[in-house]
């Protein structure tokens, strides 16, 4: 199927996924900050999901080197996969470190750990509380939900 369309018009709409695929690779960085801010396990980080877009990424990321010899689609491709694999591994550290702490004697545990960020990923402000479990009375009784207060603040 061949779409004929003017030189301008495929300039405008590369630029537009230039700059657009920029923006949404920047917008990893509070996805994976919140992730490792919270202390319950980032139990709501669904990991098929982030893999599935992790490995999307690796594909379009073989696809522009490969086949389309597109430096710029490449390094879009790049950017998303590593943001999508950031996210991946903070999660997975939270979701094991869940783990242990749920294995530690009662004795041991503490109501929260406190995490501590990597040097580069720390605010130059005081970060608002962890995310905590809350609970939320139902029809059915009492049902145990996630909160976040950064989320729930803004919304």
Same mark, same amino acid.
């Given at each position: 199927?061949?779409?004929? %369309? ?6 405008? %709409?590369?630029?537009?996924? $230039? ?5 949404? &690779? &920047? ?9 490792? =801010? ?6 709501? &980080? ?10 999307? !990424? ?7 080197? /490969? ?7 490449? $390094? ?17 550290? +939270? !979701?094991?470190?869940? =783990?242990?702490?749920?294995?530690? @004697?009662?004795? /041991? ?10 040097? $580069?990923? &720390? @605010? ?6 962890? %995310? =905590?479990?809350?609970? +939320? ?7 145990? !939900? ?10």
């Amino acid at each position: 199927m061949d779409i004929a %369309i003017s030189t301008e018009a495929a300039q405008a %709409i590369g630029w537009f996924y $230039a700059v657009t695929s920029l923006f949404r &690779v &920047v917008s990893y960085a509070p996805q994976v900050w919140l992730v490792w =801010r919270c202390i319950e396990g980032a139990r709501a &980080v669904s990991m098929v999901t982030w893999t599935s877009a992790a490995l999307s !990424h690796l594909a379009a990321t073989l696809y522009g080197m /490969l086949v389309a010899g597109d430096y710029c689609f490449t $390094a879009i491709g790049v950017g998303n996969f590593v943001g999508s694999a950031a996210v991946i591994w903070v999660a997975g550290r +939270q !979701h094991a470190a869940s =783990r242990r702490r749920s294995a530690a @004697p009662a004795s /041991l545990r503490t109501a929260s750990t406190p995490q501590i960020a990597p040097p $580069a990923l &720390v @605010p130059l402000v005081a970060a608002p509380g962890p %995310i =905590r479990p809350a609970d +939320q009375t139902t029809s059915a009784g009492t049902a145990r !939900h996630w909160q976040c207060p950064e989320l729930s603040a803004a919304a």
